[in-house]
């Protein structure tokens, strides 16, 4: 079979406009749907990262747009295997101007001392850690968001807030860096428990909370909300991976939407390739009868055609993954990647059904040419004028 | 003189696999652009028709959404007596004071369950909301732990039906009743009385919002802005309708990303038009050189070929219209500003599959434009000698 791998590129390459309009449609299909597997093997299919593993985030049963009493606390970190605790209220309010989505970026009311123990991937330099601890009115940004609006240490930040009411005016303490999108804003949840009227304090969004081992996530997970079940508020523990995804799916079905722009990708792909494979059977047919001729068995004539399609397709499906990396990239540090769980942007898995799909689909479109001229007679396809 | 309809056409019917799986490449990218623009037509509809323009929404200051804003009982005193409001049929004046809050259906396709909205709310606000009426069984009572669901909610959850029980707050609700609201978002609430279910939230005094009928649409924008200057209320008002109109919002992200989606996907199939093209330039080289020597320009070989490859994307967009018209109708549900779920149904309109095809036929044409520029610049007799 390889014996004829020279022949198979060269003919694949004869009419080098249609191969090169070929491969760059390919190219251009394979490329989103090397995003979408890309997307779909980060959300259904990944590991976690070490530190992701690690932690686990309780909410209210029902929806996180409930509260849960701050009194669970302490009894979570009671429960055997958990290391660390904090309260993670996702704050809203207002920045300048919210009709500007550039101004809506997370704020997280949290608790300075645990945040950088239960996001041990967050980078900071200590003399900020600790100035963050010690001011209550402090608050620290991502490295994306400072470069945003060009914070620097020191600066104030004037927000209104909205489910949490009040007037706030935080002085920006540190900026840490984060392997992920870091647009996003942490204050001290005391500040904001003492700026409230006395029958709004205690309520808690969610529990971020620090576990210490991964294998343990299930039972620890089951532990905590056993702890409510009977309670007015009964808790939702699950990783933060879970999480995210389950947070994602709030916009929509997620999956149903990969699917299906993917399924309708690789149609596409499918009738370009075998479009282009029938034109140029179309074209050869007296070569066939002349391989024949020469003694070139019909088995062999279906290789070289299959052949000669999957490698016009692989090189497709090539130049589309790079390209999708490329998308992948942009789509990390979009302010939509900050809720997605967090993926490098080369992943062999994904390289590899990528270039396995390009392969299987140039050979599926390719068969039915393949059959068609392996199965002519000589004297059909040397008396063929087209 | 130009080159007849006719010559294009049935070049398209002798190669009709090419014309077909070309067609078919093209069909599918609009499929994708028509599936898109459907949802957020649909879901544009069902919001348009939720507010209503006498409907003056009130919330607390920097609030965007009922789910978080505080309304206090005393606020509703000073509300209900402000003038331009409509009265009821008892005399009062049609003001609701409202409390919402989430409840969770364990779903049929979705094993983490679903969203929904639930609104405690007084008869007033029954009565005023006048696209809404019961389709089964009858309202909840005053005072009852009843409630009545949304026939968006009836439909899709079998064990949201009358005489069953849902549960959120501190208990069990019994339904009583299913409602539509004449295809808007309210069919996707759960309704119970104001007072029940606010004391069972412990809210009696800080409910969610409150809502007024202005006596007309001139009055009901005099009455929001009344409201929003009145420093002493200390609310933030606006016409219902924009408050849903607002909403539209949450379907900008799968908008973005359905269209560069289908863009890009425009991209390759303009090539794979290009290449469909180029392979009828080449076969067809020595007609081009006929079609020249029988005194047809230069010109009108470049536009018959355009026009060759427009009928061509033209066809893929057609049936890419009939790919997409399936979904028309199909209810799905998307989240709303509450974090709950909106249902709302796929809306293929003509104007939708009208910008398909156009779409088409511009990816199309680009695709044509250089095979159609090669076939025109030929050389007649080279041309004759080709093939």
């Known amino acids: 079979m390889f014996r004829y791998l020279p022949l198979v590129l060269k003919n694949a390459w004869r009419n080098k406009r249609r191969t090169t309009l070929t491969v760059a449609s390919i190219g251009i299909s394979m490329c989103l749907l090397g995003v979408m597997i890309a997307m779909f093997h980060a959300f259904y299919l990944s590991n976690p990262s070490p530190e992701q593993a690690l932690r686990l985030v309780t909410r209210n049963r029902v929806s996180f747009t409930v509260f849960i009493p701050l009194s669970y606390r302490d009894q979570i970190e009671h429960v055997p295997g958990v290391r660390a605790v904090t309260v993670a209220n996702w704050f809203g309010g207002v920045y300048k101007d919210d009709r500007d989505p550039k101004n809506n970026f997370a704020r997280f009311a949290i608790e300075p001392e645990k945040l950088f123990r239960i996001y041990g991937e967050f980078r900071m330099p200590e003399d900020q850690q600790k100035a963050f601890i010690r001011d209550r009115t402090g608050c620290i940004v991502g490295r994306d968001l400072a470069n945003l609006f060009h914070f620097q240490v020191g600066d104030r930040l004037h927000i209104v807030g909205s489910v949490f009411p009040g007037d706030y005016e935080f002085t920006i303490r540190g900026i840490f860096d984060s392997p992920r999108n870091s647009e996003i804003m942490y204050f001290n949840t005391e500040y904001m428990e003492q700026s409230m009227p006395e029958n709004r304090r205690g309520n808690v969004i969610m529990y971020y909370i620090l576990i210490d081992d991964p294998s343990h996530a299930g039972r620890i997970s089951n532990a905590i909300d056993a702890l409510f079940a009977n309670a007015t508020n009964q808790t939702k523990t699950e990783t933060a991976q879970a999480f995210g995804v389950a947070f994602l799916a709030l916009l929509g079905n997620i999956k149903m939407f990969l699917i299906g722009i993917s399924a309708a990708v690789m149609f596409t792909i499918l009738l370009v390739s075998a479009n282009t494979m029938a034109m140029s059977a179309r074209e050869r047919v007296r070569e066939v009868g002349i391989l024949k001729t020469l003694g070139f068995s019909p088995g062999s004539i279906l290789g070289m055609i299959l052949g000669e399609a999957c490698a016009i397709s692989i090189a497709g499906g090539a130049i589309g993954y790079l390209i999708s990396t490329q998308l992948l990239r942009l789509v990390i540090k979009s302010p939509f990647g900050g809720y997605m769980p967090p993926m490098s942007v080369f992943q062999m898995p994904v390289a590899l059904t990528c270039v396995f799909i390009a392969a299987a689909i140039g050979a599926m479109s390719s068969f039915v040419p393949a059959m068609g001229a392996s199965r002519t007679t000589i004297v059909a396809a040397l008396r063929s004028t087209d | ?387």
């Not at chain 2, 320009?297 to 018959?304: E, Q, T, Y």
């Open chain 2, 1 to 387: 003189m130009s080159i007849p309809f006719a010559y294009n056409l049935r070049n398209l019917v002798v190669r009709k696999t090419t014309t077909i799986m070309t067609a078919l490449g093209i069909a599918l990218t609009v499929a994708v652009l028509l599936a898109i623009l459907a949802l957020v037509s649909g879901l544009r509809s069902t919001l348009s028709v939720s507010g209503d323009p006498l409907h003056v929404l009130v919330l607390r200051k920097g609030s965007d959404s009922e789910l978080v804003s505080v309304f206090l009982r005393s606020q509703f005193q000073d509300l209900k007596f402000k003038s331009g409001i409509a009265l009821g049929r008892d005399g009062q004046p049609l003001a609701s004071m409202e409390v919402v809050t989430i409840m969770i259906l364990e779903g049929a396709d979705r094993s983490e369950g679903s969203n929904f909205t639930v609104r405690g709310l007084p008869p007033a606000g029954i009565e005023m909301r006048r696209n809404v009426h019961l389709v089964r069984g009858r309202w909840f009572q005053q005072g009852q732990r009843e409630v009545v669901v949304g026939k968006a909610i009836a439909d899709r959850f079998p064990q949201a039906q009358v005489g069953k029980k849902v549960r959120f707050g501190r208990g069990d609700w019994e339904i009583v009743g299913v409602f539509d609201a004449s295809g808007g978002a309210q069919s996707s609430e759960v309704w119970g009385d104001l007072f029940q279910v606010s004391s069972d939230l412990q809210r009696v005094d800080a409910v969610s919002s409150g809502l007024v009928t202005a006596t007309d649409p001139v009055t009901a924008k005099a009455l929001v802005a009344s409201l929003n200057d009145d420093q002493r209320l200390g609310v933030k008002a606006m016409l219902e309708k924009d408050y849903y109109d607002q909403q539209t919002s949450s379907a900008k992200p799968i908008e973005s990303v359905g269209l560069i989606v289908a863009i890009i996907m425009a991209i390759g199939s303009s090539f794979a038009a290009m290449n469909t093209m180029y392979a009828a330039v080449a076969r067809r080289a020595r007609e081009v050189g006929t079609l020249r020597v029988l005194g047809f320009s230069k010109g009108s070989i470049l536009i018959s070929f355009l026009v060759e490859s427009a009928l061509l994307s033209g066809l893929g967009g057609l049936l890419g219209c009939m790919l997409a018209m399936p979904l028309n109708g199909i209810t799905t549900a998307i989240g709303n500003n509450t974090f709950s779920e909106t249902a709302f149904a796929f809306h293929v309109t003509p104007q939708i599959m009208l910008t398909g095809i156009i779409f088409a036929v511009a990816l199309g044409s680009v695709g044509g434009l250089f095979p159609a520029r090669m076939a025109a610049r030929k050389q007649i007799l080279t041309a004759l000698r080709e093939g």
